[in-house]
């Protein structure tokens, strides 16, 4: 009769623990292993790590607020005027045909191939007023977009935004713009790839 007598004890022994589970003003309740159930809880669209003030991301690109500014500090890497190559002409091309032809038309004239579907009137940016205007003008057009036009700093690179700057210089000669003379100021490097070699 061995068996039934330590099982009687294990029973016994088991209610007198669990009695003293029993819930008084006189227990301390001890957590065995501090859990998740005591992390800070974050409620649905809630946010606990707001970044300090004036944070910004890292792979932030901070563009000039105006277009004056935009014309004054940026310079297109891959050079203005004559330096361009045919490359980067062609790839501008390309992405013109991508992105913009839609609205502003193959020749920029503002006819796209969106047509009448379109009803917003499109500028002509090969027109004269444009043609004075700094590379960085069209760099932060693109990357910002307009009241209306749609912005394609999320579709392109910054390099592919240059390439597409110096194509419209290309559609602005089509219409009579005289090269533009290279950009001098601040910018020697820009004249060293004509002198390296390819
Ligand atoms: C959905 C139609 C649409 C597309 C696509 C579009 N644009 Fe525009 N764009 C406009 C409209 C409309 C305006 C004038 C109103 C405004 O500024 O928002 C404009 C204005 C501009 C201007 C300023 C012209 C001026 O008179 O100051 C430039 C430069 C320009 N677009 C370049 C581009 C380039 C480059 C692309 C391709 C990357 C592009 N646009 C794609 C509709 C478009």
Redesign the pocket.
């Known amino acids: 009769m061995k068996f039934p007598i330590t099982s009687v004890s294990i029973l016994l022994g088991g209610l007198f623990a669990l009695s003293a589970c029993k819930e008084g003003p006189n227990v301390t309740k001890v957590q065995y292993m501090p859990d998740m159930a005591d992390a800070p809880t974050v409620k649905a669209q809630e946010n606990i790590l707001n970044p300090p003030e004036h944070s910004v991301t890292i792979n932030a690109i901070l563009y000039p607020e105006t277009y004056e500014q935009a014309e004054a500090e940026l310079r297109n890497p891959f050079g203005e005027g004559p330096q361009v190559s045919d490359e980067v002409k062609a790839k501008g091309k390309k992405?013109?045909e991508t992105?913009?032809v839609?609205?502003?038309g193959a020749d920029g004239k503002g006819k796209?191939t969106l047509g009448d579907a379109?009803p917003?009137?499109?500028?002509d940016?090969t027109r004269p007023e444009?043609h004075g205007k700094k590379d960085g003008f069209?760099f932060l057009?693109?990357s910002k977009?307009?009241?209306?036009?749609?912005s394609?700093g999320y579709a392109t690179s910054p390099h592919e935004r240059w390439w597409?700057a110096s194509y419209?210089r290309e559609l602005q000669k089509a219409q009579g713009a005289p090269a533009a003379a290279p950009a001098t100021d601040a910018q020697p490097d820009a004249q060293q790839p004509q002198t390296q070699p390819k």
């Open positions: 992405l013109f992105y913009c839609v609205c502003h796209g379109y917003i009137p499109v500028p940016i444009l069209f057009r693109i977009g307009g009241e209306l036009m749609p394609y597409i419209i």
